[in-house]
Structure formats: C-alpha cells, structure tokens
C-alpha cells in the first residue's frame, strides 16, 4: 500500500491528559490504574479512569449529544492542538474531502444505563430527556466529532470489540486509494460503564490486582477508558511535524469463538503476516511489537505464540495495558499514539505490572522502559470473537 503520514495525534487516558503527557508517563514506567471508583460498581478490581470528565459537558452548540463518552472525545479534541490541525486540513482538502472514521465498542452506553434505573416505576418508561440517538447510540460517537469539527465528508463507526480502533485506519487507507476521500480523522473512544464491568466480571476475566500481561502469575484484565484521534493524509503531503507513516495493515477473523482467541493464534498469525507483507517489509526489519496483551492467560500465551512463529524467538515486544488498563474499543488508537510517541522520542516502552514472565513464553519482554531507536512498529489488536487487526508504523526521521 501508499504510506498514509500522520500530521496530527492525541490522546486522553488514565496516563495523561495529551499525548506528550502519555509519552512521558510510559518512559518513566508509571501505572495509572486504581481501586474500582466508578460509579455504583461494588467490584475487587482496579481500573484505569479519566479525570475530569465529570466536569467537563460538551460545547454549548452541540449540547445534545452530552455524555460521559462525548465529554471524553472532547477532551481529546481539545488536547494536542489537534483541532486546529483538523481545520488546516480542511483549508488543503475541504471539508467535504476529509473522512470521520471512528471505532468504540459501546459508546454511550453510560447513558442508557442511567436511563434505564430512573425509569418511571409505574410504566417502565425512560426519563423524557434520554436521547438514545445522540448519546447510547454507537454512531452518535462519529456524529459529534464529525459535527464538532465541522467536517462533511463520510463518516462511518466500526465496532468490532477490542479492534474497533485499530480497523479504523485499514479502513481509511481503503478510502483514500479508493478516491473517496483525500484525508482521514480516525481512532475512537471508550468509557467507562457498568456494562462492561460487570460483564467482564462475569465472564470472571477481571484481575483483583493491577492486571499484569506476559507474568506468570497474571489473571485477568483491567479495564480502562481513552480517547485517541489521528490525522491521516497521504504521503504528499508529509509537513515537518509528521509524527509516524502508517506502512501497512492486516486483519483477520479466528471465527473460533465468541470471546476466546483462537488458542494457536491462527488468526492473530493472520494479521501480522499481512500487515508486514502490505508494506512490503520483512520480519527482521520490525523493531518492536506492541502487543494486545490484556493479561488473560488464553490472550497472552496465544498472541505470545503466533509473533514467534511470525518474527521468531526473541523478538522485543510488550504490552501497555498493565499502565493503563485495558480501553477496550480505544485500545487501538491509544497504543498507537504511545507506539508513534515511542518512535519519535527514541523509547521503547516496558511492560508495566511484569513480574515473571510466564515460563514458555518465547518473545523478548521488559518490564521497564528503555532508549532504543524504533524504525519499524507494529501494534496489535484482537477483539472478541477474533476480530483482529494489526498495524504496521514507521517512523517518520
């Protein structure tokens, strides 16, 4: 494929407010994760949530679509002067030219959860201003950004669990060879709700513990909350400030299981061996994996197998979710932006909540973050139901 450049980057997480904020919170190994506070939810888990979106509603204008996961996507917006970087695309393409292509799992689901418990006892009815359309609604994510940075080209959601925004830039870089549009805002946002708390928990795949991919002992997942976005324009028009080039992608479904990966990471194998072969660069030439790691014993040792079989023994890879928990649709787009900070800064991230590694893991893994000179990235990213998408990053020096 043509490498997309990336000309503006953001991201709000439970590391930092910014991506510079998230940059520095990776190099010095921290870990954003807490005792489960949100909302009414009574459960032994640690999570990785926002501040200050409690405060925070959204612009005046665009009142309508107020909800927690909205107020996240503004923060985001907001942040990295990412907006303004929108509206200089907009002077180059036009607004008609630039594409909103954003990935969440459940978006304002929150909404519909706060609706549902003040229902009137008597009917069952909910509250007469519950707005399913602009707020629970999974396009209504797409909707508000599209209208907050006045942008009228196409806009489209992806939901497809943990890759949702990941798939979002296999999908833009289809758009643009496609003639459909000649720029791209992609990534996606996820926040916290009880409906993945509880399910998690259900599915007894919560750690009680700050979650801990790659460690022998780890059992579980953390979840967190995020909200990232990317500028994509083609390679012409590369500016000084571009951050990382997007070389390549794949994707692939297990079709195995609903909820468990394929237990040989067929699928994951897949993914990678497309985004690679996309790009046209061989396996030696990847510096780091940074892998979807969520600390689930299935998850890890199947995602641990499929990069040896594809990269080898030894590879240097890690997983960020141990700093800020597991963003489930925004996991995508936040690992990406901490891989095209990595890359620019010169530092390969660690794998925060690592003790031991698990004994048969074959892939080269540190707990701590490191100097390093990071040519070539690849992130992954694998949903339920093995929905799996892997992106090939280069740098941009």
């Known amino acids: 494929m043509k490498a997309l450049v990336v000309n503006a980057l953001t991201t709000i997480n439970a590391l930092g407010h910014g991506l510079d904020a998230t940059a520095e919170a990776v190099r010095t190994n921290r870990c954003a994760l807490r005792p489960c506070d949100f909302a009414d939810a009574k459960l032994d888990t640690y999570i990785g949530r926002v501040t200050g979106i409690e405060d925070l509603p959204v612009d005046r204008r665009l009142a309508i679509y107020d909800c927690r996961n909205n107020r996240l996507a503004q923060m985001a917006l907001r942040a990295d002067g990412f907006a303004d970087a929108v509206a200089g695309a907009v002077e180059r393409h036009g607004a008609g030219r630039i594409a909103v292509i954003l990935g969440t799992s459940t978006s304002g689901i929150r909404e519909g959860e706060i609706a549902f418990a003040h229902r009137d006892p008597q009917t069952g009815r909910l509250p007469t201003d519950?707005?399913?359309?602009?707020?629970?609604?999974?396009?209504?994510?797409?909707?508000?950004?599209?209208?907050?940075?006045?942008?009228?080209?196409?806009?489209?959601?992806?939901?497809?669990?943990?890759?949702?925004?990941?798939?979002?830039?296999?999908?833009?870089?289809?758009?643009?060879?496609?003639?459909?549009?000649?720029?791209?805002?992609?990534g996606g946002v996820d926040s916290l709700c009880l409906l993945t708390l509880y399910g998690f928990n259900s599915l007894e795949l919560l750690d009680p513990v700050p979650c801990r991919p790659n460690d022998e002992k780890r059992a579980g997942i953390s979840i967190g909350e995020a909200a990232g976005f990317a500028l994509l324009e083609r390679s012409d028009s590369r500016r000084g400030d571009t951050l990382a080039l997007v070389l390549g992608y794949g994707e692939s479904a297990d079709a195995y299981h609903m909820s468990a990966p394929h237990p040989d990471g067929l699928g994951a194998e897949l993914s990678m061996r497309a985004a690679i072969e996309r790009a046209?660069?061989?396996?030696?030439?990847?510096?780091?994996?940074?892998?979807?790691?969520?600390?689930?014993?299935?998850?890890?040792?199947?995602?641990?197998?499929?990069?040896?079989?594809?990269?080898?023994?030894?590879?240097?890879?890690?997983?960020?979710?141990?700093?800020?928990?597991?963003?489930?649709?925004?996991?995508?787009?936040?690992?990406?932006?901490?891989?095209?900070?990595?890359?620019?800064?010169?530092?390969?991230?660690?794998?925060?909540?690592?003790?031991?590694k698990a004994a048969d893991f074959r892939c080269r893994i540190e707990r701590e973050s490191g100097p390093g000179v990071l040519r070539h990235v690849l992130n992954n990213s694998f949903g339920f139901g093995g929905s799996n998408c892997s992106i090939l990053l280069g740098s941009a020096a």
């Open 130 to 186: 519950f707005r399913f359309t602009e707020s629970h609604d999974h396009h209504s994510l797409a909707a508000f950004v599209q209208a907050y940075l006045g942008l009228v080209g196409p806009v489209l959601t992806i939901s497809t669990a943990c890759s949702s925004s990941a798939k979002v830039f296999a999908d833009a870089a289809q758009m643009m060879e496609a003639g459909i549009c000649d720029a791209a805002v992609v």
């Open 280 to 356: 046209g660069v061989a396996p030696e030439q990847v510096d780091y994996i940074n892998q979807h790691g969520t600390g689930s014993r299935q998850n890890d040792r199947a995602e641990d197998a499929a990069i040896a079989r594809v990269f080898g023994d030894g590879m240097r890879c890690g997983s960020t979710k141990g700093a800020t928990g597991h963003t489930l649709g925004a996991a995508g787009i936040l690992e990406i932006a901490i891989c095209c900070a990595a890359m620019r800064d010169g530092v390969v991230p660690g794998n925060v909540g690592l003790d031991t």
